[in-house]
């Protein structure tokens, strides 16, 4: 039998507000997207905040396993495993 | 409690309501609410239990619509924000514009890419206007500097007219069911031909309930030295229509130059309206020198407000939602600038005082009396 991963999934604090209070949830989604699908399913308010209508990932929202941006990996269909720490953060702006 | 004068101020870092008493002697400023997010529209509803709504547009985590139920002391978001269905393939970037609809809780809301969206429970759900946003039209519109964005809704009985960046002026006359391009006498400068169907920069739209069919647009003007092909345009920028919007003439003669954003006709005089011209290729105050101009017989002439305001080294923008009147019974004008200056023309525009010197740039300014 194979046992789905735990992954830990960390939110920015403005993000509180749409996950029951809390900065850190966990997963057993095995790719981001499939994460992203659970988050859709099951927190759809939090999912309207990293996600756009048409699926995509909101533009200036940066997501990170353990400590590479997806960008540099396989983007959403980055494999997660267990242990794996998934981390949403709004890209530095200025101005 | 006694009436108090409302605004809201939408400004690049949030949200701000100030109030006073109606003799208007001084303001006291709340906010930033929203903070640090910025906020594109403003709708202040007094249709039953006075209501503030602010669109927030967070460019992290996207669009929320904010409501204050106690004027302006707080706020909370809605339910929800405007979404487009999710196999359309557009995504929501901004809303430019909330405005109330029908019975007490009917709102609208233009947003970009350029659509309309309907709320019937004040802002918890929303459904788009397929009548508009699904135009035959609608992906043929290009966007302006501002974003491809539908600024503007103006309800009359059973017409609604919207004002679209580019895209034009649409008219409905079905409650908002169908509409077409009405853009004749509309001139475009960006285009070849100067008089398109649709695809003019339309700034802005007013009108007033005294003078049925009548309408001031401030259009994308300052293409009177265009050499290109169709030749100048001049004094295509400030327009007036007297039939429902399905044509439109210049009233822009007279003017400093007929590039502006806002245009706001008065509240109790129908042939008064006031622009605030800007220099079309900076889009900042001619020679440096703010002023409003007001003409008070429909656009024939045109007069300069100045008294109060900066004479010189004055560069600010005034976009095309920061510039309103309230209306008691001598009403005072309102102007938000881009360099964070609220100003007030009391005795309409007669005398400028500067209410707040130093917030954000201002996106948008509302007030009402509640």
Known sequence: MVTAPTVTIHLPGPLRAYSGGVTRLETAARTVKAALEDLERNRSALYRNLCDETGALRRHLNVFVNSNNIRDLQGVDTILAAGDVLTFLPAVSGG | MADRLVVAIGTRKGVFVADAAKTRRSFTLRGPF????????????????????ASSCNPFFGMKVLCSKDLGKSFQETKSAPAFPKDDGRALANIWSLEAGDGKKELWCGVEPAALFRSRDGGDTWEMVPGISNHEHARKWQPGAGGLCLHTIVRDGARVHLAISTGGHYLSEDRGET??????GVGAGFAPDPYPEFGQCVHKIVRHDAAPGRLYMQNHGGWADWTGPGG????????RSDDHGRSWRSIAAGLPTDFGFPIVVHPRDADTVFVLPLEPATRTCPGGAPAVWRSENGGDSWSRLARGLPKKETYFTVQRDAMTMDRLSTPALYFGTTTGQLWIGRDGGEQFDCLFDSLPP???????VV
């Open chain 2, 232 to 239: 100048p345009r001049p004094n295509i920028g400030v327009l």
């Open chain 2, 179 to 184: 509409f077409r391009a009405s853009n004749k």
């Open chain 2, 362 to 368: 201002i996106h948008n300014v509302k007030v009402a």
């Open chain 2, 34 to 53: 929203g903070p640090g997010v910025p906020v594109y529209s403003t709708l202040i509803d007094a249709r039953a239990t006075p209501r503030v709504y």
